[in-house]
């Protein structure tokens, strides 16, 4: 059993009115920001999986974002390979 | 004693006791569901209350839909059971595809507690027979992500096929647009709730279990329950879908 880094990144489908983004889009003048647009607001999970090898662990990583981590009718997502999940990493998790 | 309908109960629901007193109020027995039973203890009808459901992490509604008691809904819709799902069981029933659409966040971004009007598009369906007249309902919203959306193709699809079950409505009873204060999130063509494809599964965002009694400000919302409950009666003895439900008022 081998243990895998990801990141499943979920954003607004294009074209989906994305009224967050709006919202920031709105306070950029008070940041004196200018030149910033199309400002989209999504969601990132990072997770471990353990599995026999890479292929099963992307496999079951897919799953997960396509079937609860986003909704294909409203979002998109991409799986993002973190690295293999450090012992530190574990540790951490363990001690919160 | 009368027919048995259950009201499930996630952690986080909210609107089951209301649920449950306005079913009762329309004669029926409620039977409360726990969501970790895998059985629906053969009631009649299903309805998923609102509420935060799982503290509705993630996406409103998407957990729920993993859970037992939503396996078993499934598969009691499936068969042709009749399900209504109120606010957050709207948004369950939408994350687990038993009816179309998903309900994003109000464009407002803020949370709306308020009477809104709705109007139903049909009165032939299992949740809407009952309904005296196509007069607007005044009932309560109070939702954080309750804007309607499909791409435009489905949306197209579902007026053509007669699934758009309530719009939100202006004072002069016409549909208001994502723009107008009467549509309280933006929902795209005013859409307030939706039926699936067969018509045993209707979800929608108002609350007509807070509209039960005239002394809560408004008893508009009976009519869809009153609805529920005959069309539960009536499918106890065989299923009842769309369309039936005239044919079964057209003999009594």
């Known amino acids: ?96 | 004693m009368g027919v048995r309908i259950g009201v499930v109960v996630f952690p986080g629901s909210n609107c089951d006791r209301d649920t449950v007193h306005a079913l009762g109020l329309a004669g029926a027995e409620p039977v409360v569901l726990w969501h970790e039973q895998a059985s629906l203890e053969g009631v009649a009808a299903v309805v998923l209350p609102g509420g935060f459901a799982y503290g509705d992490y993630v996406r409103a509604g998407v957990i729920a839909r993993f859970s037992p008691v939503m396996r078993a809904v499934a598969g009691f819709a499936t068969e042709g059971g009749l399900v209504l799902g109120i606010c957050n069981g709207f948004q369950v029933l939408a994350e687990a595809g038993l009816v179309p659409g998903a309900l994003l966040r109000n464009a407002s971004l803020r949370f709306v507690g308020r009477e809104v009007a709705i109007a139903a598009e049909r009165r032939d369906t299992p949740f809407t027979h009952a309904l005296d007249a196509r007069r607007p309902l005044r009932m309560p919203v109070a939702h954080g992500e309750g804007r309607f959306y499909a791409d435009d193709m489905t949306l197209d699809a579902l007026e053509r096929d007669g699934q758009v079950l309530f719009r939100y409505v202006d004072t002069w009873g016409e549909p208001a647009g994502p723009d107008d204060p009467a549509n309280p999130n933006g929902s795209l063509r005013a859409i307030a709730g939706v039926l699936n494809a067969a018509g045993n599964v209707a979800g929608l965002m108002p609350h007509p279990e807070r509209a039960a009694e005239s002394i809560l400000g408004s008893d508009e919302g009976m009519g869809i329950v009153r609805s529920l409950v005959e069309s539960a009666a009536r499918a106890a003895h065989g299923p009842v879908v769309a369309g039936s439900a005239v044919a079964g008022s057209a003999v009594q």
């Open chain 1, 1 to 96: 059993m081998m243990s895998f880094r990801y990141a499943v990144n979920v954003a607004p489908k294009p074209g989906i009115l994305d009224p967050q983004g709006r919202a920031v889009e709105g306070s950029l003048g008070h940041l004196g920001i200018s030149g910033v647009h199309d400002v989209r607001i999504g969601r990132r999970a990072e997770l471990t999986v353990d599995a026999a090898d890479e292929a099963a662990a992307r496999a079951i990583v897919e799953r997960l974002a396509s079937e609860l981590l986003s909704n294909p009718l409203i979002e998109v997502y991409a799986v993002e390979s973190i690295g293999a999940a450090s012992s530190a990493v574990s540790a951490g998790v363990g001690e919160g």
